[in-house]
C-alpha cells in the first residue's frame, strides 16, 4: 500500500488461468476425421461407378443389353407405350430396375442415368420431362428391392430375417403408389 496525495492505493495480481482450446480442438479433429470419411466413401463411389459403366460398355458392344431389352420389352410395354419399340431406352430401364431390385443401388445410378439419357433422345422439349421419363423416376423412387442389403445382413446370421417379408411388402406396395401416381 502507499499514500498518494492522501488516497489509499492498492496493488493487486491478478492470474489468469491458462486459457485451453479443447472444444476447438474436439471440433476440428471431427471435421477432419469427417473430411477423411467424406472422401472414402467418394472414392468407393468413384470406383463402383467406374466399374458398371465399364461392364455396361462391354455389355454394349457384346449385344447383351439389347437381347435384354428385348427379351423384357413385353413386360415393360405397358408402363412405357411411348417408347418406339426396340429403342435403347428399354434395355437401359431393364439395368436400372434390375440393379435396384437386387439391392444394387450404386449401380443402379448409372443406369439410371444412361436411360434418362436415352429417353431424352425421344423428348421433343429438353427442359420438360416426358411421361415415360417420369414413370423411370417413379419406379426409382419407390426402389424396388426383392433381395434388400437387410437381406444379405440376415444370411449372415445377424438375426433381421423377421423383417425380410416386412421389406419386400413394404417396397412392393411403394411400387404400386409409384406407378398409380405417374399414370
Do not use: C, Y
Amino acid at each position: 500500500d502507499t499514500l498518494l496525495n492522501g488516497n489509499d492505493v492498492a496493488n493487486a495480481l491478478v492470474t489468469f488461468e491458462p486459457v485451453r482450446f479443447v472444444k476447438l480442438n474436439a471440433i476440428s479433429q471431427a471435421a477432419l476425421d469427417f473430411a477423411e470419411t467424406a472422401a472414402s466413401i467418394a472414392l468407393g463411389l468413384i470406383g463402383v461407378l467406374a466399374l458398371f459403366l465399364g461392364l455396361l460398355r462391354i455389355a454394349e458392344a457384346a449385344g447383351v443389353i439389347q437381347a435384354i431389352g428385348r427379351g423384357v420389352e413385353p413386360v415393360l410395354r405397358p408402363l412405357f407405350p411411348e417408347i418406339p419399340k426396340g429403342h435403347p431406352a428399354f434395355s437401359m430401364i431393364v439395368l436400372n430396375l434390375s440393379a435396384n431390385v437386387f439391392g444394387l443401388g450404386n449401380a443402379a445410378t448409372p443406369f439410371g442415368i444412361k436411360a434418362m439419357e436415352e429417353l431424352q433422345t425421344l423428348n421433343p422439349t429438353e427442359d420438360t420431362a416426358t411421361n415415360p421419363m417420369v414413370m423411370l423416376l417413379a419406379m426409382n423412387t419407390a426402389s424396388v428391392q426383392l433381395v434388400p442389403p437387410v437381406l444379405l445382413l440376415a444370411l449372415m446370421g445377424l438375426q433381421i430375417n423377421q423383417l425380410i417379408f416386412a421389406i419386400i411388402l413394404a417396397t412392393g406396395i411403394s411400387l404400386v403408389v409409384a406407378i398409380t401416381a405417374a399414370k
